[in-house]
């Protein structure tokens, strides 16, 4: 059975994603505290930003977020459950899409729109039909359950699938996905740290510039070089 979708029906990820493939993912209690991580994260080569639906406020600072940062970071929601909020998200800017499960009506959404659009699953079918639905990629969640080796397995019957693991992900672990074959990362707390609760945004920044180096490093090396 081909497992792949026609070019013209998939959205492909962005060159900002292909060139730091890191994906940050910020909580916090509300949107308009974002904009200084988002400037932390940009200064240490993290320029693929995940605002996640359960912080209030994000459709309304979503267009000014887009906006600001035009050109130097893309501004992606996650943690989207519904066909609904993806048409939200999109009207707002949204320059990608994260699920934490699978669901078509999100992935078609972003399809009609060429969205890249990341729809999360755990077990092969639920990847497969992500990935089959036109997906970018889809988002191994949650990945520290099952360790980079689980990729392999998947290459097996699904050699051009594209994932992206996320979930229980740190910095350190971070490399050895990439070297087994993921997109990108997606780094949440062990990114992001105490930076909402008033921590250090140099101490951030540094941390940004940690992983974006490693998973630069790990690239590099995988066959056929960088992404």
């Known amino acids: 059975m081909n497992t792949d979708t026609p070019s013209t029906s998939r959205p492909v990820p962005s060159e900002l994603l292909r060139a730091h493939p890191v994906i940050a993912v910020l909580r916090a209690g509300h949107a308009s505290e974002y904009a200084p991580v988002v400037e932390a994260l940009i200064r240490g080569g993290v320029t693929s ?39 939200q998200a999109l009207d707002c800017g949204a320059q990608f899409l994260v699920t934490p499960a699978m669901s078509a009506g999100v992935v078609d959404a972003a399809v009609r729109r060429n969205v890249p659009v990341f729809p999360g699953g755990f077990t092969p ?42 979930g229980g992900v740190s910095i350190e672990d971070a490399p050895a996905w990439i070297g087994a074959g993921a997109l990108a990362v997606s780094l949440g707390g062990p990114l992001i740290g105490d930076a909402f609760a008033g921590g250090s945004l140099e101490a951030l920044t540094e941390r940004a510039r940690r992983a974006s180096a490693l998973v630069a490093e790990a690239a590099a090396a995988v066959p056929g070089g960088a992404l």
């Open 49 to 87: 930003i995940e605002l996640t639906l359960s912080t209030a406020g994000v459709f309304a600072e979503m267009p000014a977020l887009v906006s600001r940062f035009a050109g130097g970071a893309e501004i992606g929601v996650g943690t989207i459950t519904s066909e609904d909020e993806a048409e």
């Open 125 to 166: 079918t639920e990847l497969l039909t992500g990935w089959s639905a036109g997906a970018t990629a889809v988002k191994l969640f949650p990945a520290s359950v099952v360790g980079k080796g689980y990729l392999a397995h998947l290459r097996g019957p699904f050699p051009g699938m594209q994932v992206i693991p996320s």
